[in-house]
């Protein structure tokens, strides 16, 4: 291994024991401030549904009866979106994060956050692979595709082109 570089990557992360860290805030603190972050609802989401919108196709939002409950979908017409974070969720080699090949790590903690973000990499992957088996069209955007309007409308207009197109195999 070449001097400088760290030992975890999301391959063998799993092999370092989860590190506790010290948190310089009190639980109940450090509780209201995780419960403060949206879950759903987030301003990217919300970017999304407007031009999700403005192509005039129904959709629900967090299907909880869907694998992942993505943040957008149509059950009937079988096609589900979900709207990453590029750094929560691992964007490999995204210029608004300047992440690597498996994302962005934080400097400090390293352990915890490789095997934190390669965790949800994972469980997405998953996600997408449950619904793809359901018969549906997966669709990710990432937090850095939402901040060019063009870039949006042209994925999302790939995306709905498809629908229209023949149905993925069962």
């Known amino acids: 291994m070449r001097a400088g570089r760290d030992p975890v990557g999301y391959d063998d ?27 759903r609802g987030t301003r990217l989401e919300l970017v999304v549904r407007e031009v999700v919108a403005a192509y005039r196709v129904r959709y629900r939002l ?15 017409r079988r096609w589900a979106i979900f709207v990453h974070g590029c750094f929560w969720h691992g964007h490999a080699n995204c210029k608004k994060t300047k992440g690597g090949a498996r994302g962005r790590i934080p400097a400090s ?7 934190k973000i390669a ?45 229209d197109g023949p149905a993925p195999p069962r």
């Open 109 to 115: 903690n390293r352990a915890f956050w490789a095997v």
């Open 62 to 76: 967090n299907a909880t009866d869907l694998p992942g409950s993505p943040d957008i979908a149509n059950k009937s």
């Open 119 to 163: 965790d949800n990499r994972r469980r997405d992957a998953r996600k997408a692979r449950e619904l793809r088996r359901r018969g549906f069209r997966v669709l990710t955007i990432w937090e850095c595709q939402v901040c060019d309007a063009r870039r949006l409308d042209r994925i999302l207009s790939r995306f709905f082109a498809m629908l």
């Open 13 to 39: 992360a799993r092999e370092y024991p989860r590190p506790v860290a010290e948190d310089i805030v009190t639980p109940a603190v450090r509780r209201r401030i995780m419960q403060s972050v949206p879950r």
